[in-house]
């Protein structure tokens, strides 16, 4: 593997495991897995939208929040009910 690649492979499993730790106790445990692998593929994705036209990755991150806080709406309206 060539030193850039392992670079990038170390900070993709850095953001798996933030994302993995974070979400523990505030999801179902069984979808903590499938969750980091989104939001680290989703902030690898935003980034490489940043290098290639800043204002469409700034709208992207607009269009991810509002769906992350839906999300967390509707899981908290799940979790009450």
């Known amino acids: 593997m060539t ?3 392992a670079t ?8 798996l ?4 730790r974070a979400a523990v106790g ?4 069984s979808s903590v897995a499938l969750r980091a692998y989104l ?3 989703t902030l690898m994705g935003v980034w490489l939208t940043v290098r290639i036209d800043p204002l469409d990755a700034a709208a992207l991150c ?4 509002d769906a992350v ?4 709406f ?3 309206v799940n979790l009450s009910g």
Do not use: M, V
């Not at 505030?26 to 445990?29: C, F, L, N, S, V």
């Not at 607009?62 to 929040?65: G, I, K, R, S, Y």
């Not at 806080?69 to 967390?72: A, F």
């Open 8 to 15: 990038a492979t170390g900070y993709r499993r850095l953001r």
């Open 26 to 29: 505030e999801i179902e445990a």
């Open 74 to 76: 509707s899981e908290a």
């Open 39 to 41: 939001l680290a593929s």
């Open 17 to 20: 495991g933030a994302h993995a």
């Open 62 to 65: 607009e269009t991810l929040a």
């Open 69 to 72: 806080e839906r999300s967390r």
């Open 3 to 5: 030193a850039p690649r």
